[in-house]
């Protein structure tokens, strides 16, 4: 049974940083795209950021662009989201993902596979 488990979440002052892991079992991310989305509350769960399957293309969204980074470590099969000068708006639950079907994912219908999310607070 595939499980993706995110680590890395926590309370952060703005401006602050944070960086999110995300582990797979029984599946390998290199044959997947991957990526994060989020939901605050009271919102609508929203795409965060891809990386292709060959770990050459990422896309991020207009918010969190020139803020965020997406990466993959094939050897320990490890998906990161580097966070830096984060905002109060960025404060949600933020949800790794992963599919087999497309090259990248922007869509809720492209996942496959989703964690089971980790909390990021950001206090203004």
């Known amino acids: 049974q595939v499980q993706l488990v995110e680590s890395g979440g926590g309370l952060v002052q703005a401006g602050g940083s944070l960086r999110l892991s995300c582990r797979a079992s029984?599946?390998?991310?290199?044959?997947?795209?991957t990526g994060w989305f989020r939901q605050a509350p009271g919102k609508e769960r929203e795409f965060v950021a891809t990386?292709?399957?060959?770990?050459?293309?990422?896309d991020y969204a207009d918010s969190v662009k020139g803020r965020f980074t997406i990466s993959r470590d094939n050897g320990k099969n490890t998906v990161y989201l580097q966070m830096n000068t984060l905002k109060a708006e960025d404060t949600a639950v933020y949800y790794c993902?992963?599919?087999?079907?497309?090259?990248?994912?922007?869509?809720?219908?492209?996942?496959?596979?989703w964690g089971q999310g980790t909390q990021v607070t950001v206090s203004s």
């Open positions: 029984e599946l390998t991310f290199s044959n997947c795209a």
């Open positions: 990386l292709s399957r060959s770990a050459g293309t990422t």
């Open positions: 993902v992963a599919g087999r079907r497309w090259s990248m994912i922007n869509t809720l219908g492209q996942v496959d596979y």
